[in-house]
């Protein structure tokens, strides 16, 4: 069945009571997760209806509205300088439920886009995240992982991928090799976002007015968040998003929070073959196919990290920031996703499958 915005409507009137829809507003638009359809009421009150695609976009979605609470407790208390999810019902469907709420202030700003000032403001919303006590995602019963744990499942992920498809060996080798490495695996947990996609981010009068997209948030290793931002960044914003946030942070960041982020940028590359593979899209599987082949090339043409990467780049000093981003990470076109024309295509991703990448793969090795 092809999905409208008029058809998204229908389900606000479902998930709302006495919600009287007058019409629809932005955001209207999909990822290859999710539609999002705007609606205004008959009251004057904008809303947003959040479609989950696939049942994994359902359960993502599940979690998001579940974390929502504790998010909000924290909001309240003034450990957050931004809004949150606030959920205001729900609409049933085969593969899950639509989700409907107030729409939040802000409006959603390209990443490609951004201004220096812009990338600082990021940067201070990310540690804002990261400095949040643990117990607010323990309490919403979110995964919760240690060192030794979020190694273990990354090292399973690897393994269980070699069973459904072919891995480049330069990248096989290189992948096991860090993640036997203990050392690079010295972090203290924390809260983290867990998808930080672009669409997931409001923007009003240059400051970040709501964060979204918690359905992967859990408890775990802080270079995840910036996985997606050293891969597609261009390098001087990076710098200004990683500068605001380390002068936001209580403490200074391990001396391998970039590798293991460079790690997790190339092991999302994995992923969403993994996805692809899994929702049966040829498009995906391709796609991701091409771009683990192009990284295979990348590594493969330096003879330093063909035979496995040093994974060292210098420890932090305030005023000496990531050397290059963009020569951390790897470069792909964006896949195309197969959309209804009603929907306008946006760039990111719910999914934490998906990859964002946009320069050539290299690691600093000393």
Known sequence: MKVTPLHLAALAVVAVKDLRPVGTREPIMRTSDFYYTGVLDDAGKRWVVKYPLHSHAGTT???????????????????????????????????????????????????????????????????????????????????????????TRLLTELHDAEQVTSIPTVLRRRWEQALDNEALWNFTPAV???????????????????????????????????????????????????????????????????????????????????????MKDNSVVEEATQML??????????PELSFGPTWQVDEFVPGNYVDSAEEASFTTSAPDIDEDADFPEVSGSDSPSEPDSKSSSQVRSE
């Open 61 to 151: 979605l599940e979690a998001e509205a579940a974390v929502s609470r504790s998010l909000l407790h924290e909001l309240r208390n003034g450990n957050l300088p931004f809004d949150v999810l606030r959920p205001a019902g729900f609409a049933p469907l085969s593969h899950g439920r639509a989700l409907v709420y107030p729409a939040p202030l802000g409006k959603i700003q390209s990443f490609d886009d951004i201004s220096r000032a812009s990338a600082h403001e990021l940067g201070r919303t990310l540690a804002s995240i990261h400095s949040l006590n643990t117990d607010v995602i323990d309490r919403a019963g979110m995964p919760h992982y240690d060192p030794y744990a979020w190694r």
């Open 192 to 278: 983290i976002h867990g998808d930080v996609a672009e669409e997931n981010f409001l923007w009003s009068e240059g400051t970040i007015s709501c964060v979204l997209g918690f359905g992967e948030t859990q408890v775990g290793d802080p270079a995840l968040d910036f996985a997606s931002l050293v891969s597609s960044l261009p390098e001087d914003l990076f710098d200004a998003v990683f500068e605001s946030y380390q002068n936001a942070l209580s403490h200074v960041v391990d001396e391998n929070f970039f590798n293991r982020s460079i790690l997790m940028s190339e092991l999302a590359v994995l992923r969403w073959l993994l996805f692809g593979i899994r």
């Open 293 to 302: 082949g192009d990284l295979a090339s990348d590594i493969e043409a330096d």
